[in-house]
T-cell receptor, first 116, second 115 residues
Framework: AQSVTQLDSHVSVSEGTPVLLRCNYS??????LFWYVQHPNKGLQLLLK??????LVKGINGFEAEFKKSETSFHLTKPSAHMSDAAEYFCVRSDAGGTSYGKLTFGQGTILTVHP | NAGVTQTPKFQVLKTGQSMTLQCAQDMNHEYMSWYRQDPGMGLRLIHYSVGAGITDQGEVPNGYNVSRSTTEDFPLRLLSAAPSQTSVYFC??????????????FGEGSWLTVV
């Protein structure tokens, strides 16, 4: 089965410092990869997606992620954290073809805490 | 354009009761699915559908039934609720085209507590 692993269950940063949320995926024919954010008691909001067009993907709110096939990674970064970035982040893959078509596989989630 | 609409947002059930979580989308998406979210486990697929009249089981289907009589609606039924079904439920939809990468749209979630 295809998998997604978020390497940190919790990340804590100070406001104004960089954010790095790590995600690795099991290798397959090229998956599509997404990052979603979920604020407390809210639904999931798409931050960005990778669909093989460009390896560096820019998303909303200053986030970006780089697809590295050699490392099977899709880490999410932001140069400067804001208090409003505190939330839970999910790395998600979608596989094309066969019986996996359209199915999403979620990472376990990373809770980002931002300190003043 | 309302996107994906889930109801109810909050529900408390007694063990053994039945209920239906409603999900509707107005984007004419073929693909709809239900997930449950539990702490530390991300979202897990319960059931999904690739079109009206077609449903299939996901990773954790036990205790849940679905049907897809129209493109717009994909209700999730709990026939006899159990405390283990206490969770947050998300409905999602997306177009179904012969490539991946289509954005998946999520509903706002339904918080279900079974006592």
């Amino acid at each position: 089965a295809q998998s997604v692993t978020q390497l940190d269950s919790h990340v804590s940063v100070s406001e104004g410092t960089p954010v790095l949320l790590r995600c690795n995926y099991s290798s397959s024919y090229s998956p599509s990869l997404f990052w979603y954010v979920q604020h407390p008691n809210k639904g999931l909001q798409l931050l960005l997606k990778y669909t093989s067009a460009a390896t560096l993907v820019k998303g909303i709110n200053g986030f970006e992620a780089e697809f590295k096939k050699s490392e099977t990674s899709f880490h999410l970064t932001k140069p400067s954290a804001h208090m409003s970035d505190a939330a839970e982040y999910f790395c998600v893959r979608s596989d094309a073809g066969g019986t996996s078509y359209g199915k999403l596989t979620f990472g376990q989630g990373t809770i980002l805490t931002v300190h003043p | 354009n309302a996107g994906v609409t889930q109801t109810p947002k909050f529900q408390v059930l007694k063990t053994g009761q039945s209920m239906t979580l409603q999900c509707a989308q107005d984007m004419n998406h073929e693909y709809m699915s239900w997930y449950r979210q539990d702490p530390g486990m991300g979202l897990r697929l319960i059931h999904y559908s690739v079109g009206a009249g077609i449903t299939d089981q996901g990773e954790v289907p036990n205790g849940y039934n679905v049907s897809r009589s129209t493109t717009e609606d994909f209700p999730l039924r709990l026939l006899s609720a159990a405390p283990s079904q206490t969770s947050v439920y998300f409905c999602a939809s997306s177009p179904l085209r012969r490539r991946s990468g289509n954005t998946i749209y999520f509903g706002e979630g339904s918080w279900l507590t079974v006592v």
